[in-house]
C-alpha cells in the first residue's frame, strides 16, 4: 500500500521546521531559499538535485543557539 503514495522523483529536503533566519534568509530546517522552497514542484530533477548538493555547504553556514534560535556562524551563542 506504501508503494502508492512513493514518486519517481527528487524529494523535498524538507524536516518540518519551518523557520526562516533572519539574515541569512534560508530554513533553518532544510537550508534551502524561500524562492527554491516555492518553486520545488516545478523544478526539475536535475535543478532539484543542484539544490541538494548545495545543502551540506549551506548547513555549515548556520549554527543553533540554545533556545531554538539560529545565528550565523561567527556569532556568539546565547548564554
Known sequence: MDDVWKRQEVQSP??????????ARICVG???SIDEISAWSRLS??????????????AKTLTKRRGGRAGKRGEPTAP
Open 14 to 23: 524538507c524536516v518540518k521546521l519551518c523557520v526562516v533566519h533572519p539574515e
Open 45 to 58: 530533477d536535475e535543478a532539484r538535485s543542484a539544490v541538494l548538493a548545495d545543502l551540506p555547504a549551506r
Open 30 to 32: 532544510c537550508y534551502r
